[in-house]
């Protein structure tokens, strides 16, 4: 006879009380990660603020890690969610090196493993609430992919989470191109920042920017970017306005 | 296998078939015929019946003769052997045309008409462009790049169209 407690399935949606055993909505986050390929590896930055709604809590958020020998992730969305993830790694790359047989896991077969467990949580309804951008290098091939909360995922040249999405990639459309050098790639991801520092209000103007090639990870020391807020046209902005409010 | 709908549910979806599709080849030594992986993702769907695959799939490929065939899909299984079809969100733009086009023959026919349509390669190969350029006119989902893959005794084949160049 089965004498223990009934406790609720997991995914199971019914009542307040199964609401505190899930995720509904993101508390501290952080807003976009920008990422390229260039010539020698993956570009990747991140600007350094967490956000509690819309308070500027913490402003020293570093979250692009090195993972394992080859890879790079970045995060945006829900901190904790993001540090879970980084637990999760860590036992997955203990076991890859425990079994010590010269092999080690990739940037692709790192976010295949990510993309597995975005997307089983997110059917669970318990997603972790994050968009990850997945860079690394490996035998001389590169790669850079995105996972999104709900399991959306796919590679390209050149990605973006959040805001980045609508203001960076096109830039990056337009301007990226095979075997960019380390300068013009940092140009360009300079150039995208600098636009989400203008228009994303979450953005905060200290960033870092990674560098991920065959011989390993370098992320920057915090800096910041040069803004101008001179343009005539804000300058007297009502002028010539015509209406009532 | 041509999906349209929620990308990691199709791409989950794929992945699970492409391991099955494996698994079949190390059982039986021999490629699934179309007919047989028809069945498999009707049966995956319809696995899934209560927390569905938001994917609207058509299948395609040959049969054991080599003939050609055509499966279509719903989310959860339901599926049919066609001379054509669309899904997604300009097959409601798609079908009609098709329709208009190729005419295929009532399954109500006694003896059973076959539903191949009697298109040369060349013909359906500007058919399909013709079809993706005209909903991209009406259809803000339908993408600015087309793949066409051709399947057929010599293999497989993929072209690729930009749409939306105007």
């Known amino acids: 006879m089965n004498f223990t407690a009934s406790k609720q399935p997991e995914s199971c949606l019914l009542g307040p009380e199964s609401d505190s055993q ?30 509690y709604g819309s308070t500027l809590r913490y402003k020293s958020v570093e979250r692009m890690k090195p993972i394992g020998k080859h890879s790079l992730l970045g995060a945006s969305g829900e901190i904790s969610d993001f ?14 090196n425990m079994w010590d047989d010269g092999n080690s896991l990739g940037p692709k077969e790192v976010h295949n493993y990510l993309t597995r467990v975005m997307y089983n949580r997110r059917n669970k309804f318990n997603p972790l609430w994050n968009s990850l951008v997945l860079g690394g290098v490996k035998k001389g ?27 960076a990639r096109p830039i990056l459309r337009q301007e990226w191109h095979e075997n960019l050098s380390f300068e013009d790639g940092v140009k360009i991801l300079e150039k995208c920042m600098r636009v989400l520092l203008y228009r994303d209000r979450s953005a905060v103007n200290k960033l870092q920017i990674a560098k991920i090639t065959e011989e390993g990870v370098t992320i920057s020391q915090p800096y910041s970017l040069k803004t101008y807020w001179e343009f005539s046209a804000f300058e007297n902005p009502t002028q010539g306005a015509v209406g009532s409010w | 296998m041509a999906s349209s709908g929620f990308q990691a549910d199709v791409k989950a979806l794929q992945k699970h078939l492409a391991a099955r599709h494996l698994i079949y080849q190390h059982q039986h030594n021999k490629q699934m015929s179309c007919p047989a992986m028809a069945q498999l993702l009707s049966n995956t769907l319809y696995y899934k019946r209560f927390f569905p695959y938001y994917s609207f799939n058509v299948l395609g490929g040959l049969d054991n003769e080599g003939k050609g065939c055509v499966f279509t899909y719903d989310a959860v299984g339901s599926y049919e052997k066609v001379g054509y079809s669309s899904q997604g969100s300009g097959s409601t733009l798609i079908m009609p045309f098709l329709d208009n086009q190729l005419k295929s023959p009532s399954p109500l026919l006694l003896p059973a008409q076959d539903a191949v349509t009697p298109l040369a390669e060349a013909e359906a190969i500007d058919l399909v462009k013709t079809v993706f350029a005209s909903a991209s006119e009406r259809d803000i989902y339908t993408g ?12 497989i084949r993929r072209e690729y169209m930009d749409l939306r160049k105007d």
């Open chain 1, 83 to 96: 540090q879970e993830i980084l637990k999760y790694l860590d036992e997955l790359i203990l076991y890859d």
């Open chain 2, 144 to 155: 600015d790049k087309l793949e066409i893959v051709v399947i057929n005794a010599d293999g």
């Open chain 1, 141 to 167: 091939e590169k790669y850079l992919g995105t996972v999104s909360m709900i399991g959306v995922n796919f590679e390209d040249n050149h990605v973006a989470t959040g805001f980045g999405n609508h203001l």
């Open chain 1, 22 to 51: 899930r995720t509904l909505y993101p508390y501290v986050t952080v807003t976009s990660v920008v990422a390229l390929k260039y010539k020698d590896g993956i570009l990747m930055a991140a600007d350094m603020g967490g956000s």
